[in-house]
């Protein structure tokens, strides 16, 4: 694999390589190895305690081997956060879209987090037996557990499934099981890589942050009100702010069918029909919902109106772009909207300046040996 990166890298002399960044990361408080140290369970063994009958919540005890925290035939949740913990939501899909496109992206993104001191919590919509059945599916979600990722399996029909793997990291509270009000979630792409660790924290005087705040303009909703509208990356909260603001209708969303009911009050049948990428209601549907209930909450108390952290972006100078594909110097850089499909080998090439830029030691290893086994499965599928 580094020869597909020294053929495309020879010459930029200028990148600077993560071992020799370590002195400029100091400040990020990066965590030690989190990687877990027991084999992490195979879906075949989760889902085996499905169908012996075994549903509801596991405490960690007899369940440790297995740490799956949740179980039923509406959503399985493997792993749990940590009281205090930072974690990014993202999400993937099983059958629709490109599924090995975002699949191939999801450990990678978790190194990227990790390196600016977060956790990760993968929402995955769909079938979950095909995570055990497909060969590619498989592998990756090995790799989930063993980067000590939480994921939460939400089983819904393949006509929902983009709608869910969108909308549901608005909800991701709320399937995590955790009494700990403290922990922090950022909702983000699973595409998207941060860069600038300093820019997702929340300040101690707001209680939401909104990046990239002034990005989309505002929209009419039914109910007669204009919102500003605000980006999916990145919305950071609590865990207890989350909370808060997804409360409405009189309930809050606990199995990924209240999601899709949670989303029809609000925007009606089309929550129920497939999305289609573009600029249309359906594929900004996540977007529109989270602006309603950040502004609703907002409005609801004077007191909560200055609580909110606006924070503009440039996004055209202050991100690695695929659109227009330079990653030679992360300096300056707020995050990087990796290639598509860079599991294929010219596309994993292009993106060896930025990965040697973000990663180091065990991090860049892992990665060549991850994308060369992803594309040895993937050779045996064709």
């Known amino acids: 694999m580094m020869s597909l990166y020294w053929a495309y890298a020879r010459d930029t002399d200028n990148i600077v390589p993560a071992s020799e960044q370590l002195s400029d990361r100091s400040s990020t408080n990066v965590p030690p190895d989190i990687r877990v140290q027991h084999l992490p369970p195979t879906m075949d063994q989760i889902l085996s305690k499905l169908d012996n009958g075994s549903t509801g919540y596991s405490s960690r005890g007899d369940d440790e081997d297995m740490d799956t925290q949740w179980l039923s035939k509406d959503?399985?949740?493997?792993?749990?956060?940590?009281?205090?913990?930072?974690?990014?939501?993202?999400?993937?899909?099983?059958?629709?879209?490109?599924?090995?496109?975002?699949?191939?992206?999801?450990?990678?993104?978790?190194?990227?987090?990790?390196?600016?001191?977060?956790?990760?919590?993968?929402?995955?919509?769909?079938e979950p037996t095909k995570w055990r059945t497909d060969p590619i599916l498989s592998y990756v979600f090995r790799i989930l557990r063993s980067l000590n990722a939480?994921?939460?399996?939400?089983?819904?029909?393949?006509?929902?499934?983009?709608?869910?793997?969108?909308?549901?990291?608005?909800?991701?509270?709320?399937?995590?099981?955790?009494?700990?009000?403290d922990i922090y979630l950022v909702t983000s792409d699973a595409d998207l890589w941060p860069i600038n660790g300093d820019m997702y924290m929340l300040p101690e005087d707001k209680d939401?942050?909104?990046?990239?705040?002034?990005?989309?303009?505002?929209?009419?909703?039914?109910?007669?009100?204009?919102?500003?509208?605000?980006?999916?990356?990145?919305?950071?909260?609590?865990?207890?702010?989350?909370?808060?603001?997804?409360?409405?209708?009189?309930?809050?969303?606990?199995?990924?069918?209240?999601?899709?009911?949670?989303?029809?009050?609000?925007?009606?049948?089309?929550?129920?029909?497939?999305?289609?990428?573009?600029?249309?209601?359906?594929?900004?549907?996540?977007?529109?919902?989270?602006?309603?209930?950040?502004?609703?909450?907002?409005?609801?108390?004077?007191?909560?109106?200055?609580?909110?952290?606006?924070?503009?972006?440039?996004?055209?100078?202050?991100?690695?772009?695929?659109?227009?594909?330079?990653?030679r110097t992360i300096a300056g850089k707020a995050d990087a909207h990796i290639l598509e499909q860079s599991y294929l080998s010219q596309n994993w090439a292009l993106l060896q300046p930025l990965v040697v830029q973000l990663f180091a030691g065990e991090d860049y290893k892992f990665c060549q040996h991850y994308a060369s086994e992803f594309m040895h499965i993937l050779s045996h599928l064709a």
């Open 75 to 126: 959503y399985i949740l493997v792993g749990k956060v940590e009281s205090g913990g930072k974690y990014a939501v993202f999400s993937c899909t099983t059958t629709q879209g490109d599924v090995r496109n975002y699949a191939f992206a999801l450990p990678l993104t978790i190194l990227a987090w990790r390196r600016i001191g977060f956790g990760s919590v993968i929402i995955i919509s769909g």
């Open 150 to 181: 939480v994921v939460i399996f939400l089983n819904v029909a393949d006509d929902n499934e983009v709608m869910v793997s969108q909308t549901a990291r608005l909800f991701a509270c709320h399937f995590l099981n955790s009494s700990s009000t």
């Open 208 to 327: 939401i942050l909104s990046l990239n705040s002034d990005c989309c303009g505002s929209f009419d909703h039914s109910n007669g009100k204009s919102y500003k509208m605000l980006p999916i990356a990145n919305i950071g909260m609590t865990l207890s702010t989350w909370e808060a603001v997804t409360r409405r209708h009189g309930f809050i969303p606990q199995t990924p069918l209240e999601v899709l009911t949670f989303l029809k009050m609000e925007f009606g049948p089309i929550v129920l029909q497939g999305v289609a990428k573009g600029e249309n209601l359906g594929w900004y549907l996540d977007q529109r919902m989270l602006s309603i209930l950040i502004s609703d909450w907002a409005n609801s108390d004077p007191l909560r109106l200055n609580r909110v952290e606006f924070r503009p972006r440039s996004v055209g100078s202050d991100r690695i772009d695929r659109a227009w594909w330079n990653p």
